[in-house]
T-cell receptor
Framework: DAGITQSPRHKVTETGTPVTLRCHQT?????MYWYRQDPGHGLRLIHY???????DKGEVSDGYSVSRSKTEDFLLTLESATSSQTSVYFC???????????????FGEGSRLTVL | DQQVKQNSPSLSVQEGRISILNCDYT??????FLWYKKYPAEGPTFLIS?????DKNEDGRFTVFLNKSAKHLSLHIVPSQPGDSAVYFC????????FGTGTSLTVIP
């Protein structure tokens, strides 16, 4: 199993508060991703990183920011949480770019966030 | 607009029979197509993939078929087992990974 740890695994917070989710990997993979999973929408990409300090937006990036100061850590921040950000968040890693090979993703176990 | 679509939210199959999960896509530039399996309260796990230059890939009980002209792929599971009951996501890779909405498979013993 790929070494990916997400924290916290569960969090309940109130609207307007900041929230940071952490993804930690021990595989030294270059690419890291944050997805959210919602009923009827599947997995949607929020942000991804292709190296330390190199990040880019996904299809649902509004309201989220990310940082990657070390290869092993990728942080997802909700500056001011809203109820629409209640979701299950998955971190994923990949060692190759999707264009170059199958570059399968390895996922963490997910972080369930509830914004009241 | 969703680039990868799974139009069947759920599927029920008897144990031992074939399960066929379908997926459609819109972008002919995708390089690879992948299937992931997800159990409740766990992250998705990679199941099988196929390159856009192939039309079939087989791995044990799992076979993925790709029809590029129809922009359609399918996952066949033969024989289906109760442990196969899970949500299956189809994905396509290009500059990033795009996922379908998932199909919940129930294999009835």
């Amino acid at each position: 199993d790929a070494g990916i740890t997400q924290s916290p695994r569960h969090k309940v917070t109130e609207t307007g508060t900041p929230v940071t989710l952490r993804c930690h990997q021990t595989e030294n993979h270059r690419y890291m991703y944050w997805y959210r999973q919602d009923p009827g929408h599947g997995l949607r990409l929020i942000h991804y990183s292709y190296g330390v300090k190199d990040t880019d937006k996904g299809e649902v990036s509004d309201g989220y920011s990310v940082s990657r100061s070390k290869t092993e850590d990728f942080l997802l921040t909700l500056e001011s949480a809203t109820s629409s950000q209640t979701s299950v968040y998955f971190c994923a890693i990949s060692e190759r770019d999707g264009h170059l090979s199958a570059g399968e993703l390895f996922f963490g176990e997910g972080s369930r966030l509830t914004v009241l | 607009d969703q680039q990868v679509k799974q139009n069947s939210p759920s599927l029920s199959v008897q144990e031992g029979r074939i399960s066929i999960l379908n997926c459609d896509y819109t972008n002919s530039m995708f390089d690879y197509f992948l299937w992931y399996k997800k159990y409740p309260a766990e992250g998705p796990t990679f199941l099988i993939s196929i390159s856009s230059i192939k039309d079939k890939n087989e791995d044990g009980r799992f076979t993925v078929f790709l029809n590029k002209s129809a922009k359609h792929l399918s996952l066949h599971i033969v024989p289906s087992q109760p442990g196969d009951s899970a949500v299956y996501f189809c994905a396509a890779s290009g500059n990033q990974f795009y996922f379908g909405t998932g199909t919940s498979l129930t294999v009835i013993p």
